[in-house]
């Protein structure tokens, strides 16, 4: 597949998950955003669209990281962001793969409350989940190092924004709104992978096809091969 094409795919996957999972939380009967995590969507006699919205946009981000491998030449991060960004795929393909448990009343016959025992399915998606997070994480600082090299402070000011921003709102001590938060932070995060992706694309044509500049005359300023007279 074409690099261009890959990395179109991890720059719109954090979108379309954003919203497939807001558009059935709005149509899904039953489900309530300010109760109900996106997770739990997976359930029930439509939950085959959130987990093959897990597992197309995990993919997505997978093939966005061998894009974004193919454009790197150089640079810090240039080994370790489409790691990173693989795990963001990686982490949510195994979300939608092992679903979640059964929960505050959804889908319909769910216990009212927590689950009265977590799976080992349950327990494996909120390890990808986790995985999603420090990856986007840890992805922030090595594109700082990246950025604060090539003095680029509004995009390094960002890479530091984004953990900062994602951590409060997840971390706000009210349960009561723990799940809209979560998409909260799930959007700045996957916002955050949409645009550096786009930009670090840019980076990879601009530095990969610049070829050699002209003169005023007309000629190459490529070095002449030895042995070559000057005209």
Do not use: K, Y
Not at 144 to 162: D, N, P
Not at 176 to 189: E, G, I, K, N, P
């Amino acid at each position: 597949m074409r690099t261009q094409h890959l990395l179109a795919g991890g720059i719109v996957a954090g979108p379309l998950f954003l919203a497939t999972s807001l558009t059935q939380a709005f149509i899904r009967d039953g489900f309530d955003l300010r109760r109900h995590p996106i997770s739990l969507l997976s359930l029930g006699e439509f939950g085959w669209i959130q987990v093959a919205n897990f597992v197309v946009c995990g993919a997505a981000f997978i093939g966005g990281s061998v894009g974004l491998r193919r454009r790197l030449s150089s640079g810090r991060g240039r080994t370790w962001a489409p790691r990173l960004v693989a795990l963001v795929g990686a982490g949510l393909v195994t979300a939608g793969v092992f679903v979640t448990d059964a929960g505050a009343g959804f889908p319909a016959g769910a216990p009212a409350g927590a689950p009265e025992r977590i799976s080992v399915h349950g327990i494996v998606h909120e390890v990808g989940f986790l995985a999603v997070f420090a990856a986007v994480i840890a992805l922030c600082v090595v594109l700082a190092r990246r950025f604060a090299a090539e003095r680029r402070w509004g995009w390094l000011a960002a890479c530091v924004a984004t953990p900062v921003v994602a951590i409060a709102i997840t971390a706000w001590p009210n349960l009561d709104t723990l799940s809209v938060r979560l998409v909260l932070s799930t959007a700045v995060q996957f916002g955050f992978l949409s645009s550096v992706l786009g930009r670090l694309s840019r980076d990879g044509v601009s530095r990969g096809t610049a070829g050699p500049r002209r003169t005023r005359a007309g000629r190459s300023d490529r070095p002449a091969p030895a042995g070559t007279p000057a005209g």
